[in-house]
């Protein structure tokens, strides 16, 4: 697999990252650990190099899950994982970015990852109590302790993204990019090429549903998430199959699938545009990481932009409740 730069910060990782959350949490039931295990190892195999978790999934179980597997292989692989949730009794309450915390998960973090530095630390959600220059300072002291590589955000606004950059540089914003949600296009991307930050699309696939095998009568696990976004009500999802339907016809024609074609799009946008697709499937892993052969002509792209922009997408993608933790 090819390697993409993060933006200017030096960090090389495959072009293609593997999103982890899905193993342990959100979409269901967690997964039985020997099968993802043996599935990371099968991304080692196939060239992936940058994996991304978070405290927050499971909670810590799927820091563990990649510490248990990837730890042998550390040498050849970029890990990233976050902080900035309060945790109590395993339930999520709240932000908490004070850096007396940042420290705390940072120490917890490296010990279920059984490594000596994370390599990317981002900030899971902006804390509106804590002013990101702090934030930035404490990662920036456990980059200067050796704890610590590169500094990220997620879901971060550009106001925030500038003054956490100039006190310390921030290599990576992860926030939710697709074919479905093409909102950081009005005036994310732009900062972050001037700024020279890489950027990590989240749920490439439109958690799942680019890759059109979701219709109106699926039906989910009582405990995945995807119950409570409005996206994902069916009415929506029956009114939203006009965007896979556009994008099977588009995948046909370049002998290719429909997630494939999302993916090669988001990789056609910029160079340093790494995404990071989850799967607990072997052959969807096999699938998403064959996006990376499929070139994407002009005549291609006009096509998917044409197509996309006859679609009226439907449902909010965060009920209010998660909405609010996204910053502006």
Avoid at 17 to 45: E, F, I, K, N
Avoid at 115 to 138: C, K, N, S, W
Avoid at 235 to 257: P, Q
Wanted: charged share 25%; with cysteine.
């Amino acid at each position: 697999m090819h390697k993409r730069m993060l933006g200017r910060s030096g960090l090389e990782v495959s072009a293609l990252g593997l999103g982890c959350m899905g193993m342990s949490s959100t979409y269901g039931p967690p997964q039985d650990q020997r099968a993802m295990v043996a599935l990371l190892h099968a991304a080692v195999a196939r060239g992936v190099t940058f994996f991304d978790t978070a405290e927050m999934y499971g909670p810590y179980a799927n820091e563990e899950l990649l510490g248990a597997a990837l730890a042998p292989l550390r040498a050849r692989l970029v890990i990233a994982t976050k902080f900035g949730f309060r945790i109590v009794d395993g339930q999520q309450q709240g932000v908490d970015s004070r850096p007396e915390h940042i420290r705390a998960v940072a120490e917890a973090s490296l010990r279920r990852l059984r490594i000596e530095t994370i390599d990317l630390f981002y900030q899971h959600r902006v804390d509106p109590a804590v002013p990101i220059e702090d934030v930035a300072g404490a990662v920036g002291e456990l980059i200067r302790a050796g704890k610590v590589r590169h500094f990220g955000l997620s879901e971060a606004g550009v106001r925030t993204i500038r003054r956490a950059h100039a006190v310390q540089p921030v290599t990576a914003l992860q926030s939710e990019y697709s074919l479905w949600w093409r909102e950081p296009e009005d005036e994310i991307l732009p900062v972050l090429e001037e700024l020279g930050i890489g950027f990590v699309p989240f749920s490439p696939l439109g958690r799942g549903f680019l890759a059109g095998k979701i219709d109106e009568h699926t039906n989910f696990a009582k405990d995945d998430f995807r119950n409570l976004m409005p996206r994902f009500a069916p009415a929506a999802r029956k009114a939203n199959r006009a965007l896979t339907g556009a994008l099977e016809a588009i995948a046909a024609r370049l002998h290719a699938t429909p997630a494939q074609v999302a993916l090669a799009w988001l990789l056609a946008r910029k160079p340093w545009i790494v995404p990071i697709p989850g799967t607990t499937k072997l052959a969807r892993l096999e699938e998403n990481l064959g996006a990376e052969s499929i070139a994407l002509g002009a005549d291609d792209l006009q096509a998917i932009e044409a197509a996309v922009a006859r679609v009226d997408i439907h449902g909010e993608r965060y009920p209010p409740e998660m909405a609010r933790l996204v910053d502006r």
